[in-house]
């Protein structure tokens, strides 16, 4: 096996595209009345319509699928993101033993990261 593709789910196909290609700077590859397909920096992206939107919940503490997009700078990636008004559920960058991290939320509650690793010694 291998992995083919990502797929979200969204509750409008406008908004979807306003976020994804306008904001995130995606492809769009492709849209019809059932999904949309983007290009995601070389992934590739389908988003299909559900009936209602998610919630970032307890994020970090509920089971979760979460996209992670690495970065060069996370401090002026988020800074840059939020001047688009994207959503963080933190006000500044966490950070692990091997890379510093924030959760943004789209607008139907779905939450990817954006990350930068850290330089090992």
Known sequence: MKLKMLTIFVTDFERAISFYRDLLDWKLLEQDDYHL????????????????????????????????????????????????????????PNQNSFSKYAAFVDPF?????????????
């Open 109 to 121: 509650g779905n939450v990817h990261e954006i990350c930068e690793m850290l330089k090992t010694p």
């Open 37 to 92: 397909a983007f290009n995601a920096f070389g992934t590739e992206v389908h988003c299909y319509l559900a009936e209602k939107n998610t919630s970032p919940g307890d994020y970090s503490n509920e089971a979760r699928t979460v996209f992670v997009f690495e970065v060069n700078d996370i401090d002026q990636k988020m800074h840059e993101m939020l001047e688009k008004d994207i959503t963080f559920l933190h006000t500044k």
